[in-house]
């Protein structure tokens, strides 16, 4: 809400994002959420934005992009603040194709959801996308913070208008 001081202890809210692997072993944006929510923890470089800033009770939604993908499919709380990643951490990234992370972000009650949800019909509605026309630019990234207003539409949106307590 426009001028509402946040609190230091209030969580934020994130969508973390995820793009396919275009040359082998081919990994979509899906298999790569899907296998990082089942080993408990998202991975992070040095790149990725706001790193410094996750903390245990964060909120966080998954976002694939790619061809073919381009929705929502979970959410989770982060756990803990970003740690060093692990063996297993580095295993599973060289399974998926994926280089580059150094770091984890733990997280706790994750959800993957059994359809994903498009963004599109709620553009018009959500505070964090600025340029609408072109609001697929918001997911560029790796991550983006939103408000928590945004990730409770994009909740109600799928759970048709409730959102479910954890």
């Given amino acids: 809400m426009p001028g509402t001081v946040k609190q230091d202890d209030a969580p934020n ?10 040359f082998e072993p081919f990994t979509t944006g899906f298999e790569i959420t899907k296998a990082l929510l089942a080993n ?3 991975l992070a470089s040095p790149f990725t934005p706001y790193r410094r800033d996750y903390k245990q009770g964060d909120r966080a939604l ?11 499919i979970g959410d989770a709380v982060l756990s803990g603040a970003v740690e060093e990643i692990t063996k297993n951490d580095l295993r599973l990234a060289a399974k998926l194709g994926i280089e580059g992370f150094q770091q984890r972000i733990p997280l706790e009650s994750i959800r993957l959801w059994e ?3 498009s963004l599109q019909p709620l553009v018009q509605t959500l505070e964090f996308i600025k340029d609408k026309k072109n609001w ?12 928590a207003a945004d990730f409770e539409t994009i909740l109600k949106e799928l759970h048709n208008g409730v959102v479910p307590s954890r």
Avoid at 136 to 147: D, E, S
């Fill in 115 to 117: 359809q994903g949800l």
């Fill in 13 to 22: 809210c994130y969508i973390f994002i995820a793009t396919g692997i275009d």
């Fill in 62 to 72: 998954f976002y694939v992009a790619g061809r073919g993908f381009r929705y929502v």
């Fill in 136 to 147: 697929g630019l918001h997911f560029r990234q790796a991550a983006t913070r939103i408000p």
């Fill in 40 to 42: 408990g923890a998202w």
